[in-house]
């Protein structure tokens, strides 16, 4: 579906991760960040830019690999993003949420 | 002579070496199976063994049973794989040479992964079913206990039976109804994931039946740690769960030869072909069941369809034919919901479970995604088929290695 966020139009899932990276930019990852609640700071954006890379070099994402990284502990990776850091981040991200497989 | 070593003689090593006694030419080829038990367990009756379904006779049988004449089994534990050099090390330091490895090393729990789990309240309020010690010692605790708050948790993804703890859950309310104490038990269903499963259509109908059976959720959770002496699990974001008793699956992972070998990634799980089984490293070794990292579910009946197409595979590379990229990451699993009936729930890498019928389209006489006594009787014959069918590499009738898409509901 469609959404208008930042002055531009995005297409998101029914979860509303975006569907296509081309349409981010760091406007739609601080819009999509006051919807979730978070003002971002330096520190969120080298996670986030983090997460970006690695999506990327298709590494699967998760929480585990996240706190080995040596960017940020898990601790700290909650702070940033409260609750559930690693489904808020990437759609903060603009790119998929984790698939954690079955 | 050339030699193909099979690493690990459960599941997924045992139908191997069936299916490959079968269709080798045992004067050209040796084949030997490595490992260090003597016994075979049926693990699936691990969830059974806690409340009296199943006793332990029922779930152990020797290893050697199973192999087949022409194939030589040794009982040793392996220290390591120098793939380089095509050697398996054994732990004695005694070196093997082999010309195709095929890894079927499995996976295990690893509690001191969290902070405190294998602490001092381990075995005596804090429990496991995924091995057997911890399984029979659960079933004494739950033979005498008085009620309380029973925590069902999932530590991280991926686990083995990813729907075991689910049936554990679904199991206890049933026994404890039986036991006329159900009103003394409170039964809390904790998970690192957002719902009760992975999939939608599969999470909504579980959710609706935990409901149901008064079991509560709670979602989001990542665990940091078991606070042995106040009895809580907390999270990385400070939320505590206080438990009089805590059944956990820890964090699962391959053995440890895969880090001692080079060969596996952080939780020991050997990178492999999604599509054909090699490992992504060697082309001479190959990897099924729940030691590899494909994005299947960890599950008997995943090493079975594997076990089909693996078999072909390396028939294929014997004969320097490409390989088939035929492995759908097809899983059939049934979910036990207690009170005599289960689900039935079947679909790959790219379907998620959905209603229908099974295996015949239109006809069942087993429905996917829907409680029935049938499907539980189904639950039950699969032992009997794990022992008779299933190791001995002997196809199921009509059910494909690949998922049917017909016979099922998709939007
Ligand atoms: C509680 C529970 C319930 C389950 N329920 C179901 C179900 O209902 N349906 C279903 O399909 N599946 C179920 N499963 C999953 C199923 O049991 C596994 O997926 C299956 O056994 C995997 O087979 P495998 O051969 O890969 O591993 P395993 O069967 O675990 O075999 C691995 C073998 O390798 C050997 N080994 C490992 N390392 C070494 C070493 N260093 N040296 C020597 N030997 C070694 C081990 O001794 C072992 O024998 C369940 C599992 C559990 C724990």
Redesign the interface.
Known sequence: MEKMIAGKTITVNEEGYLTNFAQWDKEVGEALATEANIALSPRHWEVITYLQNEHKNDVAL????IG?SGLVD??E??VLF???PL?TATKIAGIPKP???? | MKRLIILGAGTAGTMMANHLQHELDLNEWEIQIIDERVEHHYQPGYLFLPFDIYQPEDIIKSIAEFIPKGVSLLIAKINKIDAPNNQVVLENGEQLHYDLLIIATGAKIAPEEVEGMKGSEWHKSVFDFYTFEGSLALRNKLREWQGGKLLVHITEMPIKCPVAPLEFSFLADSYFKHKKMRDKVEITYVTPLSGAFTKPKATEALEHLLHEKDIHIESDFAIAEVDNENKKIIDYGGRAISFDLLVTIPTNKGDELMARSGLGDDLNYVPTNKATLQSQQYPNIFVLGDASNIPASKAGSVAHFEAEILTENILRFMNGEPLKEEFDGHANCFIETGNGKALLIDFNYTHEPVEGAFPFPGIGPLRLLKESRINHMGKLAFRWIYWNMLLKGTHIPFVSATMQESGKKFD
């Open positions: 998760s929480i585990r690999r080995k898990i601790k990776f909650y409260p609750n559930a489904k698939a954690s497989c079955i």
